[in-house]
């Protein structure tokens, strides 16, 4: 089953890092897309939560060299 959460992102600074962000989820196993708005601080996920857990989406943002500082289900 899919579900969407946004993750409010710290030490963003660039678009390239938006990017990073993005690179990281979607090469995790069960994320089915990730997309990064720099402006806002904001990654919205969407992923099987059969295949995996929002701990490695918090895993996978920290991997990128950035923290997650809140986290809000959308569906």
């Not at 701990?55 to 997650?68: C, P, Q």
Request: glycine fraction near 4%; aromatic fraction near 4%; hydrophobic fraction near 40%.
């Amino acid at each position: 089953m899919s579900k969407i959460v946004a993750l409010k992102i710290s030490d963003m600074h660039c678009v390239s890092c938006a990017m990073n962000i993005d690179g990281e989820l979607e090469d995790t196993e069960g994320v089915v897309s990730a997309s990064t708005n720099y402006a806002k601080a904001e990654t919205r996920v969407e992923f099987d939560e059969e295949k995996v857990n929002v701990e490695k989406l918090l895993d996978a943002v920290k991997r990128a060299g950035y923290t997650v500082i809140d986290m809000i289900d959308q569906e």
